[in-house]
T-cell receptor, first 112, second 113 residues
Framework: NAGVTQTPKFQVLKTGQSMTLQCAQD?????MSWYRQDPGMGLRLIHY???????DQGEVPNGYNVSRSTTEDFPLRLLSAAPSQTSVYFC???????????FGDGTRLSIL | GQQLNQSPQSMFIQEGEDVSMNCTSS?????WLWYKQDPGEGPVLLIA?????ELTSNGRLTAQFGITRKDSFLNISASIPSDVGIYFC?????????????FGSGTQLTVLP
């Protein structure tokens, strides 16, 4: 999964805490997305971006904020963590609309 | 949103056996993708299919884009231990927006020695 870097790899939070999941890519990809993966539910889209300064909501955006100030970075913010946000979070990017996405290795987040 | 039915949910096979899994939808897709996810890692693209009827191979893997554009299958021949993982299909609608990409729920493959 070279090219899409996610940090941290693991995080434990208490309910109500905030944090930012980082995602960076060095492939000059315009399109970036955040997904969460829960058992038996596949990948669900949280937010996505088609270029710097442009973001939009996905299937499950509530409780998450994003920004895209540069082409390289697409951070995901949890403003007030809830146990329902315990999940594995994946960032993905692609160069053009019609190309497949490349995924990072994920951030495993537990909310206590 | 779009719905993808991926089956089977899990498979236990002997090393050396062939494997087949598939995805079906009530909607037409313009692109079908197959990803593999190893434990603790992100999904990695195996095969991308762009035309109805297209049959594409990647080593021991073969995937086909169904003629109706509503289904796709993935075959793995002569399975080996490193084939263990979760296999995801994904269907992409015309336009390529992330909102237009739908993932199946995955097939968990276990290869027994």
């Amino acid at each position: 999964n070279a090219g899409v870097t996610q940090t941290p790899k693991f995080q434990v939070l208490k309910t109500g805490q905030s944090m930012t999941l980082q995602c960076a890519q060095d492939m000059n990809h315009e399109y970036m997305s955040w997904y969460r993966q829960d058992p038996g539910m596949g990948l669900r889209l949280i937010h996505y971006s088609v270029g710097a300064g442009i973001t939009d909501q996905g299937e499950v955006p509530n409780g998450y904020n994003v920004s895209r100030s540069t082409t390289e970075d697409f951070p995901l913010r949890l403003l007030s963590a809830a146990p329902s946000q315990t999940s594995v979070y994946f960032c993905a990017s692609k160069l053009t609309a019609n190309q497949p996405q490349h995924f990072g290795d994920g951030t495993r987040l537990s909310i206590l | 949103g779009q719905q993808l039915n991926q089956s089977p949910q899990s498979m236990f096979i002997q090393e050396g056996e062939d494997v087949s899994m598939n995805c079906t939808s009530s909607s037409i897709f313009n692109t079908w993708l197959w990803y593999k996810q190893d434990p603790g890692e992100g999904p990695v693209l195996l095969i991308a299919l762009y035309k109805a009827g297209e049959l594409t191979s990647n080593g021991r893997l073969t995937a086909q884009f169904g003629i109706t554009r509503k289904d796709s299958f993935l075959n793995i021949s002569a399975s080996i231990p490193s084939d263990v993982g979760i296999y995801f299909c994904a269907g992409q609608l015309r336009g390529g927006s992330a909102r237009q990409l739908t993932f199946g729920s995955g097939t968990q493959l276990t290869v027994l020695p």
